[in-house]
């Protein structure tokens, strides 16, 4: 019987200890810990800090004299980041193989967690895929895009041994100014929210375990694009009406789809600075959000309380401040003082021992989670997941999906193979401007680190039309002066059928991409004003991360491609869309203005509808380049009549809206079908309209398909004046395409 017994112990000994939860395995060991050892848990530093040569490193060299003061002394809980550039991933597996070493000679041997900004593909692994920014794959109105990009990520990430993935970005686009727009899912709340999910979701995997699934990253928690002047890190002002409605709603829903972590807005909303803003950070964020994770700061932003901000008089208040708002991580990045100033912050009681053990317990629980404390190598199982021939299919189909037709006068397109183009324009030749930001590098600006298989349009057109039928006045990247050369741009179209104008802007990430001016550069706009007069037919293909002002140049030219920053395949899909090898099926996820007084968003009040008559010289309206949703097929869709499952609804009945949509063109078309929603009257000025969902379809030449949505209560909802989420009783309408119904909620 004892034996019996001693049988079952043994038996169901690994059951019990598997049992224990991942927060109870982090309390006990937070119990364990020093307050040295806590303090560290919460220091992030960058890899300069443990690099020979600091930051003057290029090749990934860890000094180990360094590694061990910030691994052993300081106890850091998680390094990020590279100095200059990407790394092949034997080099990743080396970095993290010597810190994790170093991690297990220390008392409690606590993991060290590496955090990396994988924003459209793992950017600091060489040859890793890139896909298209976040402001193209809105535009693919494609959620499997979204989610597989995101998948094929935290493959290429967890491969190179790095399991903490700073994405997605869920601020919302609403300042087309911004240096970092192509990093959102662009203007719309909905749009931006079931992305962003979709993102997230794929990420995690329903919980971290798997070696396909990286920690994901929400940012920058909140408000951090709809800075003023459309500066990067300058002050924001936004009522708390507003951020509730535009900016929290994608964070609500991320952090329920499970994500791991938040990061914080560097910059000030309302004069204070999100970095010590305890009411967002952690009445808003942590308690009425629920989120348990880890919240981190960004680059460098606690010290900056003092430095930039002026709201702390000393380092250590700064510290005091973010700490005691709620912040559980300082990516310092590039010393200790942190630690130290915590340190001596909690020993004069500025800041609670309560407050240090909640923000260690979340860091822990994300280690375990991450099955960090089994095994915090990088996996071997992890490793086939690099570089898959799958993934560029897939970054093709997503850039393909991306391509926005905003303009096609006369149905220039598609190309025949036979016509004879000029290729003209600084991106022709360029491959930075086809990815931007976050690509091998930081700035996405140096094409050295780029895979040596990516293609200029110049060479995906060549591939395409055939080398005898197309000629060229460009030279390689995108500042080299032939590029603007107009007398030979004039010489070389007397000879073709068309001139395909490839302008827009270089990558760039962050403050470098601060701008004065939207419209495009002034030697830009010469070149096509120029090409424009040789009588050609121009086709304009913009590659660039955020509306560049083409208002002048838009009416003369024939056809008009919105190719944004689209990753690895960005060539292969214009030229596919230019000659009809793909039916382009995208829409704007933003509203493309015409000038910078007349920045007017799609969900725009009824007083920017029609604005007083007697005084409104400019025109007034929504009245954009192209607006919100446009997007160009070459089929025709035709949309039945609404069908609604009933007149009204109350309470929580759902609305069911049907209709038949019905390729009548000639050839096969995916399309999106998107529902807009209008409260007639409320008692905060209603939006003339507001994306409530969307569906993309795939059509053939005469093929119909009926399409449903349902709809409750809370599509329907705003923020009212108390800053509750309410949905109103009254009429609503309904729109899709040219169909409107009307409905009422009681
Ligand atoms: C950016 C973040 C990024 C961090 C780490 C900051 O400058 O704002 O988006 O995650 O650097 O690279």
């Known amino acids: 019987m004892k034996k019996i017994l001693f049988l079952i112990m043994i038996l169901s000994g690994p059951f019990i200890l598997k049992a224990q939860t991942d927060e109870q ?22 890899f300069a800090v443990i690099a020979k040569g600091g930051w003057a490193d290029t090749e990934g060299i860890v000094d180990p004299v360094a590694l061990k003061k910030a691994v052993t002394d300081y106890h850091v809980g998680s390094i990020l980041n590279v100095n200059a550039h990407a790394f092949a991933m034997e080099k990743w597996h080396e970095v993290i193989t010597k810190i994790q070493d170093e991690a297990k000679t220390t008392r409690l041997k606590i993991p060290v967690i590496y955090g990396l900004d994988g924003m459209h593909g793992q950017t600091y692994t060489l040859n890793s895929t890139l896909f298209p920014q976040n402001i193209a794959i809105a535009a693919s109105r494609n959620t499997q895009l979204a989610s597989g990009a995101a998948k094929v990520t935290a493959k290429e990430l967890r491969a190179s041994g790095v399991r903490w993935n700073f994405a997605p970005v869920l601020d919302i686009g609403r300042q087309p100014l911004w240096s970092r727009f192509a990093e959102t899912y662009g203007e719309d709340v909905f749009l931006g929210k079931t992305m962003g999910v979709a993102a997230v979701k794929a990420y995690e995997e329903d919980g971290l375990r798997n070696v396909t699934a990286v920690a994901s990253c929400l940012k920058h928690y909140l408000g951090y694009s709809n800075s003023r002047t459309g500066k990067d890190r300058t002050p924001i002002y936004l009522p708390e009406i507003e951020m509730r409605e535009y900016y929290l709603p994608q964070f609500r829903e991320a952090v329920n789809a499970g994500a791991s972590t938040v990061m914080i807005n560097s910059s000030e909303i309302n004069g204070i600075p999100v970095h010590a803003d305890k009411y967002l950070l952690t009445d808003v964020l942590k308690k009425e959000l629920g989120f348990s994770g880890v919240v981190v700061s960004d680059w460098e932003d606690i010290i900056r309380l003092h430095t930039r901000h002026n709201v702390a008089a000393t380092a250590r ?43 260690v317990k979340r860091i822990l629980i994300l280690k375990y989670k991450l099955g960090l404390f089994d095994d915090p190598y990088p996996e071997a199982a992890a490793v086939s997941n690099f570089g898959q021939p799958s993934y560029q299919d897939l970054a093709l189909q997503a850039a393909r999906e991306s391509m926005t037709l905003l303009k096609n006068k006369n149905d220039i397109l598609p190309l025949s193979k036979n016509s004879k183009v000029l290729i003209a324009g600084p991106a022709a030749q360029s491959i930075s401007a086809l990815n931007g930001c976050w690509s091998y590098t930081w700035q996405g600006n140096n094409e050295e680190w780029y895979p040596a298989d990516s293609k200029t349009i110049l060479q995906a057109i060549i591939d395409k039309a055939g080398e005898k039928n197309v000629i060229t006045t460009t030279a390689k990247g995108f500042n080299d002066p032939a590029n603007y050369n107009i007398s030979t741009l004039k010489k070389a179209a007397e000879n073709v059928d068309l001139i395909i104008m490839c302008i827009g802007e270089d990558a760039y990430a962050e403050s470098p991409g601060n701008i004065r001016e939207m419209a495009l550069p002034e030697e830009q706009q010469q070149l096509v004003k120029a090409a424009l007069l040789t009588g050609k037919p121009v086709i304009l293909v913009l590659t660039e991360g955020r509306p560049r002002f083409i208002t002048e140049l838009e009416p003369s030219s024939s056809g008009i491609l919105m190719a944004y920053w689209s990753g690895k395949k960005t060539a292969e899909a214009i030229a596919d869309v230019l000659y009809g090898d793909y039916n382009p099926s995208g829409r704007l996820p933003f509203s493309y203005p015409k000038s910078i007084g007349e920045i007017v968003l799609y969900d725009r009040k009824p007083t920017e509808e029609v604005r ?26 035709e949309y039945g009549d609404l069908q609604l499952s009933s007149q009204s609804i109350t309470g929580n009945e759902k609305l069911t809206i049907t209709l038949k949509v019905k390729n009548t063109g000639s050839r096969f078309g995916d399309h999106s079908v998107e529902l807009y929603t209008r409260d007639m009257y409320a008692s905060i000025t209603p939006s003339m309209k507001r994306l409530r969902a969307f569906q993309k379809i795939g059509l053939n030449a005469g093929e119909s398909k009926e399409v449903s949505f349902v709809i409750d209560k809370n599509d329907l909802a705003f923020v009212n004046a108390q800053l509750k989420t309410v949905t109103e009783p009254g009429d609503f309408d309904v729109m899709i395409g040219d169909r409107k119904a009307t409905f009422s909620y009681q």
């Open 25 to 46: 395995r982090a309390q006990s060991l937070l119990k364990k810990m020093t307050l040295e050892e806590k303090v560290g848990q919460m220091t992030q530093v960058t």
């Open 317 to 359: 208040q700064a510290v005091v401040m973010a700490v005691n708002a709620g912040i559980d991580m300082s990516m310092v990045p590039s010393d200790f003082s942190f630690y130290d100033l915590l340190l001596e912050a909690v020993k004069l009681k500025e800041v609670p021992i309560s407050r240090i053990d909640d923000a």
């Open 612 to 637: 007083e008559v007697f005084n409104d010289n400019a025109g007034g309206g929504y009245d954009p380049l192209f607006p919100f949703g446009h997007g160009l097929s070459y089929t025709t869709f």
